[in-house]
């Protein structure tokens, strides 16, 4: 137990470096747990505190701001420096929880907008996009891609980058195939295959019949693998998708259980769901739409 929060909760020091603390993360799924099942932050905190539950070695007080910084912190889907403790489709839905609570009024830009932001990417590069706000700009927003050898720009408005998205997400909530396109991913086979068919190489007298046979099996163990991920997020993502409400104001709820990445730039906006499938949309005439002229005049 740690005297002070040096490191996020969940984590602690092994041998020189952040491993994964089984009791703190056992405490962190729980909290979204609870938070996915209707409890407030200030309950959770709340229930947190009444037992005692140690934040530090000398600290077993919970607010809400706590709890909130756990349910936000996208450490816990793991990086190169954290081990993974939440699973994506919990740390997701908590996320849309939590968006669908702060939206109780429809037609809030500023919450609606920064649910949107954290999945907004360069659609040249790939990088993130950074929003900015001027009044001097046609559209008063422009998004930029923050890799500096990439000079994408793009100028559309709040309403219309949010028409746009919610087009595409009432054009997959009405017709469910949308999602079902063959998504193309390259699955590694086990070590166990690759180590037989690297054996049977190094032969001098290479058995050709045993070879293709492994061969073989290894492109039915990736198509299978292929198949049974798709098909599992894809009917993860149904299932979410048809409790949801349809509305004409933006849906945080429907964002978060279809959308991975929204592309941006050039006149064009691409929808990528959790599943890899893209749907687009253009917010312009041409590659230098006059939206994206906002560059020209920053």
């Known amino acids: 137990m740690k005297k002070n929060r040096y490191i996020p909760f969940g984590y602690t020091m092994k041998n020189g470096r952040l491993s994964i603390d089984k009791g703190e993360a056992a405490i962190i799924r729980d909290i979204y747990d609870q938070y996915i099942k209707g409890s407030s932050l200030k309950e959770i905190a709340d229930k947190l505190t009444r037992e005692k539950v140690p934040y530090s070695e000398k600290m077993t007080d919970w607010g809400k701001a706590r709890v909130a910084r756990i349910i936000e912190n996208k450490k816990y889907l793991g990086d190169e420096m954290h081990d993974k403790i939440i699973d994506d489709s919990m740390y997701y839905e908590a996320a849309a929880v939590k968006a669908s609570r702060l939206t109780a009024v429809p037609g809030n830009l500023n919450i609606e907008i920064a649910v949107i ?143 991975a990445i929204i592309r941006l730039g050039d006149g064009n906006l691409v929808l990528i769901t959790k599943n890899d499938i893209e749907i687009g949309e253009r917010y312009g005439n041409n590659k230098n739409s006059e939206e994206d002229s906002n560059a020209d005049n920053s």
């Open 117 to 259: 932001k954290p999945h907004v990417r360069c659609i040249r590069c790939g990088f993130p996009m950074m929003r900015k706000s001027n009044k001097r700009f046609k559209t008063k927003t422009e998004w930029t891609c923050i890799n500096p050898e990439c000079d994408c720009k793009a100028g559309i408005s709040d309403e219309t980058l949010l028409e746009l998205i919610m087009t595409i997400l009432k054009r997959i909530h009405d017709n469910e195939r949308l999602l079902e396109t063959p998504v193309k991913k390259s699955i590694p086979v086990t070590s166990a295959l690759k180590q037989q068919l690297d054996n049977e190489l190094k032969k001098d007298d290479i058995d050709q019949e045993k070879v293709l046979q492994i061969i073989i099996q290894m492109a039915s163990e990736q198509y299978d693998q292929i198949r049974s991920t798709t098909v599992h997020q894809t009917e993860e993502i149904k299932r979410k998708i048809r409790r949801i409400e349809i509305r004409n104001a933006f849906s945080p709820e429907l964002f978060e259980a279809i959308t």
